[in-house]
């Protein structure tokens, strides 16, 4: 089951990144993030009611829902389109893909849970092998103040990223279950959206293409509905760290996409990549050997 699980998320979120690009364009950034969430958190919602699930959450946890809504559903994904500005795509991976390493960092100071040494060498295994993946693309961009300011705004999208994967562990110790705190989650995320493109006087704008409504659909069903309720399930059942895994293995299946529609043309350095990245999956999944009966005494 969860095998299946993480293989679904790999495979959604290593196709979503050509409809984030066909997000960009006449419609500002905070809007559509809004109309994807609110689409998506309506769906959740329509899900909830038809199995009998739909339920206020507890007063208790309500702050930390808002908090999830602001760390995933809102402020990570206006800091990834606005760092896909200025900086290469794969570039823009690399960074999100070090979450790995930023959740098992968080979980060892906030939840106090100790760090496995084969996650941190797996998320190792994996940065490497993700910059020998794209780094051709990441060498032929030169260093300019907006380069930087993109890395920036990609740093602040992984850290927001990985606060709400903890937030989320925090909500599933407590019994809520990720279907009804990502509905609420997605809902409050839209509305402060939407406050704040009301509040900067953002132009409130539509494109009815075919290409950025089929993206918006994307996104906000397979994409939010069913990848992030995956995903945090998984961090539920595995733990923040080991989840956050799909994130380096997301971007190999975002190549193979590339490959059909961009052209894209596997390198040496590519291929030696990919295997960089696969034992680092090993080894972030695999599990000690029992200890002896004997060497308990």
């Not at 939840?111 to 295994?125: E, F, K, M, N, T």
């Not at 602040?156 to 990502?182: D, E, I, V, W």
């Not at 704008?205 to 950025?212: E, I, K, V």
Request: proline residues 6%; aromatic residues 10%.
């Amino acid at each position: 089951m969860d095998l299946a699980l993480y293989s679904l998320v790999v495979l959604i979120w290593g196709t979503t990144w050509i409809a984030l690009k066909w997000q960009l364009g006449i419609v500002p950034i905070p809007l559509s993030i809004a109309y994807r969430f609110a689409l998506a958190a309506i769906v959740l919602f329509a899900l909830l009611a038809w199995k009998r699930d739909a339920r206020r959450p507890p007063a208790g946890a309500l702050g930390l829902i808002a908090a999830q809504g602001l760390c995933l559903f809102c402020l990570n994904f206006v800091c990834f389109l606005n760092a896909s500005l200025t900086v290469p795509s794969g570039l823009v991976a690399v960074v999100f893909s070090t979450s790995t390493l930023w959740n098992a960092l968080l979980a060892k100071l906030i939840l106090r849970r100790a760090i496995a040494p084969q996650v941190i060498a797996g998320g190792a295994l994996g940065l490497i092998g993700l910059l020998l993946l794209f780094w051709p693309q990441v060498a032929g961009h030169e260093r300019s103040a907006a380069m930087l300011g993109g890395l920036a705004w990609a740093l602040s999208g992984t850290l927001c990223f990985s606060s709400g994967n903890l937030l989320s562990s925090a909500m599933q110790a407590r019994g809520l279950k990720p279907a009804q705190t990502n509905a609420w989650g997605m809902a409050f995320g839209a509305l402060l959206l939407l406050a704040f493109c009301l509040a900067s006087g953002t132009p409130f704008a539509f494109d009815p293409s075919p290409r950025y409504v089929g993206a918006l659909l994307y996104l906000a069903l397979p994409g939010s509905v069913i990848g992030f309720t995956a995903y945090l399930t998984l961090v539920g059942r595995l733990g923040p760290e080991r989840a956050a895994y799909c994130t380096v293995l997301f971007p190999v299946v975002a190549l193979n996409v590339s490959a059909l529609f961009e052209d894209y043309h596997w390198s040496a350095s590519a291929l030696a990549g990919l295997a960089l990245v696969m034992l680092g999956n090993v080894l972030v999944f695999r599990r000690k050997p029992p200890r002896p009966a004997h060497a308990a005494r």
